[in-house]
C-alpha cells in the first residue's frame, strides 16, 4: 500500500478492510490508481429477503419497526454507523459499502404481505434504520416510492428520515399520509459547508438543497424536522445553532441530534478520512471525541452511545437545547394516528380493530 493515503474523488472511504468475518482478503498493488479501479464502479444485487420489517428492542431508538429497501448506501457518508453490518454479507464496511449495493425488489410486496396479516399491529414504521431509503438509485427503481403507497394503502403510519432532496419526488404521497397524520419527514444536515459535506458525504444532495425539501415538505403540509447527525465535536458542533436557524426558517418543527457513533471498522475509515481531509484539525477533533467518550474513540453503552457524557458532551446539549428553544423548535410532539389502519379482508379493505 502507498505511504500516503489516497482518497477516491465522489467516495468516503478510501480503502476496503478486511471484513471481521473474512478470514482472507486482498491487498493492492503499490502502483494502484483508483481512477483506473473497476472496483468503484457502483454494482447492485438482489436482495432476495423473505422479510422487509425489522425490529429492535435498543431503549436508545425511538421506534420498534423499521424497513430498509437497500442494503449499503451510495452516499458514501465516511462516519455511517452502518457500515459494519455489510460485513455479514462478506463485503467490506469501506468502499464495498458505497459500491456494492443490496436491492430488495420485493420489499413492496413483503411490505402489503406484513401489514395484512393478522398478527400486524399499526405502528409506526422507520424508512430507513441502516441506510438512507433515497440513495441515489431509488430515482430508478422507486422502492421506496411504492412502499409509501402501500402505507397509504393501509393507512399505517410512517417516519423518513433522509439526506436526499430526493424525497421531494413523492411529495403526492406524502401529503395524502400527511392528511390523516400517518408520516413525520427528517431530513438528515450535518454541516451547511458544501464544501466540507461534499467529502464527508460526498454524495448527499448539498446543504441548500436539503433546506430546500425541508421547505418543500413544509409548505405542502408535511411534518418535517431536522436530524444534526452525527455531531463530531471539533467540526460541526459550533454549526448547531445556524442549522437549526435555517432548518427552522423554511418549516421545520422539531430537531434531534446523534453524538457520533465509530463502532468496529467505521473507527478506522473515520480516522483515515481525517487525517487525508483535514489534517491540520485532526489531532484536536480525536481529543475531542475523546472527551465526549471517555477517553475512548466509541462507546456502545446504552444511554452513552448516542448522546456521549462528560463536560463537552453537556456543553452541546446544552447549545442544542438553548437555540431549539430560539427557533420555537420541538415546542410540540407530533403523535402518528393509527386509528385508521385497515387490513383486506376478501378482496376488500377493512378497519382494524
Not at 37 to 58: E, K
Not at 79 to 96: I, N
Not at 208 to 233: D, M, R, T, Y
Request: proline share 7%.
Amino acid at each position: 500500500m502507498p505511504d500516503e493515503p489516497i482518497s477516491i474523488r465522489g467516495r468516503g472511504a478510501a480503502a476496503n478492510p478486511a471484513s471481521r468475518f473474512e478470514a482472507l482478503h486482498l491487498e493492492r498493488d503499490e502502483d494502484w490508481n483508483p481512477d483506473e479501479d473497476p472496483a468503484l464502479t457502483t454494482h447492485f444485487y438482489r436482495d432476495a429477503t423473505a422479510s422487509i420489517i425489522n425490529y429492535n428492542d435498543s431503549p436508545d431508538i425511538g421506534f420498534n419497526a423499521s424497513l430498509n429497501p437497500y442494503r449499503g448506501c451510495e452516499h458514501g457518508c465516511i462516519y455511517c454507523y452502518a457500515r459494519p453490518t455489510h460485513e455479514y454479507l462478506g463485503f467490506s464496511a469501506g468502499v464495498d459499502f458505497e459500491t456494492k449495493i443490496m436491492v430488495k425488489e420485493d420489499a413492496p410486496k413483503l411490505l402489503e404481505e406484513a401489514l395484512n396479516k393478522p398478527g400486524w399491529e399499526p405502528q409506526t414504521v422507520a424508512l430507513s434504520g441502516n441506510t438512507d431509503c433515497y440513495q441515489p438509485v431509488e430515482r430508478k427503481l422507486q422502492l421506496t416510492r411504492r412502499c409509501l403507497e402501500v402505507f397509504l394503502k393501509y393507512r399505517n403510519p410512517v417516519g423518513i428520515i433522509t439526506k436526499n432532496h430526493l424525497i421531494t419526488r413523492d411529495i403526492d404521497i406524502l401529503r395524502e399520509l400527511a392528511s390523516l397524520d400517518l408520516v413525520f419527514t427528517c431530513l438528515s444536515i450535518t454541516s451547511l459547508d458544501p464544501e466540507l459535506t461534499r467529502v464527508m458525504e460526498p454524495r448527499t444532495s448539498s446543504p441548500a438543497k436539503k433546506l430546500e425539501a425541508i421547505e418543500l415538505l413544509s409548505s405542502n403540509g408535511i411534518p418535517v424536522g431536522v436530524n444534526i447527525a452525527p455531531v463530531i465535536p471539533g467540526l460541526n458542533d459550533e454549526e448547531i445553532p445556524a442549522i437549526l436557524k435555517e432548518a427552522a426558517a423554511r418549516g421545520a418543527r422539531s430537531a434531534g441530534k446523534i453524538m457520533l457513533r465509530l463502532p468496529y471498522a467505521v473507527k478506522p475509515l473515520f480516522l483515515d478520512w481525517l487525517i487525508r481531509n483535514l489534517p491540520d484539525r485532526a489531532p484536536k477533533i480525536i481529543n475531542r471525541i475523546k472527551d465526549v467518550r471517555g477517553g475512548e474513540l466509541s462507546d456502545a453503552r446504552f444511554g452513552n452511545r448516542m448522546s456521549g457524557d462528560g463536560e463537552i458532551a453537556d456543553a452541546i446539549k446544552q447549545l442544542f437545547n438553548i437555540h431549539c428553544e430560539k427557533y420555537g423548535l420541538n415546542k410540540d410532539r407530533l403523535e402518528l394516528s393509527k386509528e385508521h389502519f385497515r387490513r383486506e379482508r376478501k378482496g376488500q379493505l377493512e378497519m382494524f380493530g
